[in-house]
């Protein structure tokens, strides 16, 4: 069974229209396909090229949910369409707005995400040259990331199901410090505490960092708490759904995982072997 559930159309960074995805997984091979559109976004966070005021996604966020129910709906019985969504997790201040867009629409599942410290949109590259300024040292980077990450997993892990890219941080990084991993195991143990799930995320290979998300020492870990875990692509365009499916697998049978988590309509979950 192939499936992907990180995925994004041209609602707000994608290059494809959801049809164009649907029909390319199909092609494909897919069982399972799930949107997960990025969440409206307070403006008061916005990467260096974001329009000034203006709450990312908002206007498009109706005709997102209206079409997926579409999708669905025309395309039973050919490939099983997911409704979800990516969160981007930005302060317990915040944890109301991810409180009313849970409640909106029956999703099948969302995804959590940090994708910024403070105001600052690590994941742009533009924005990280200037950011990482603000820290003594990558360590110190890392650490407030994984702290943002557990601040997350605690507070809202009844709104989300799987934790997107776990890290993240690293994309931009040319020297990983020796103890990566290790800046990382509260947050997995925070996670170990949930039934959350935790993707393999394959986008990490065309990055910076040219590995996926988490590095392999991080899923060993993963494994060691019985943190179960699902196969993700962060597609933004149709030719990369799936991306290196079989690769990422190969991944989760080297350290130890003899299942994967498959999301089905209705939040349901199924396991199936590697």
């Not at 192939?2 to 159309?9: L, N, P, R, S, V």
């Not at 669905?72 to 009313?100: M, P, Q, T, V």
């Not at 924005?127 to 360590?139: A, I, M």
Request: aromatic share 12%; hydrophobic share 40%; glycine share 6%.
């Amino acid at each position: 069974m192939i499936f992907d559930f990180h995925t994004h159309a041209n609602y707000a960074d994608g290059e494809n229209s959801a049809t164009e995805m649907v029909e390319a997984a199909i092609e494909k091979g897919l069982s399972v396909l799930g949107f997960s559109e990025h969440h409206p976004r307070h403006p008061d966070f916005r990467y260096r090229n974001d329009p000034s005021g203006e709450v990312r996604g908002l206007s498009i966020w109706q005709d997102y949910i209206v079409e997926i129910d579409l999708l669905k709906k025309k395309y039973k019985g050919k490939i099983e369409i997911l409704k979800g969504s990516e969160f981007d997790w930005l302060s317990r201040e915040h944890l109301a707005e991810w409180k009313k867009w849970r409640v909106e629409t029956d999703w099948d599942y969302n995804i959590g995400s940090v994708h910024f410290l403070g105001k600052w949109g690590f994941d742009y590259f533009e924005d990280w040259e200037v950011g990482r300024q603000n820290f003594q040292s990558v360590e110190e980077i890392y650490t407030a990331y994984y702290n943002s990450v557990i601040e997350m997993v605690e507070s809202a892990n009844d709104l989300f199901e799987i934790v997107g890219h776990f890290d993240l941080i690293k994309k931009f990084v040319k020297e990983v410090p020796a103890n990566a991993a290790e800046l990382a195991f509260p947050a997995l143990d925070a996670i170990a505490q949930t039934d959350l799930v935790l993707e393999i995320n394959s986008s990490g290979w065309k990055k910076d960092c040219a590995e996926q998300y988490p590095s392999l020492e991080i899923l060993r870990a993963a494994k060691e708490r019985n943190i179960p875990i699902t196969l993700d692509s962060d597609a933004h365009s149709k030719d990369r759904i799936a991306e290196n499916f079989e690769k990422s697998k190969e991944l989760a049978k080297k350290v130890g995982y003899e299942e994967l988590v498959v999301f089905h309509q209705g939040g349901e979950r199924e396991f199936v072997g590697t």
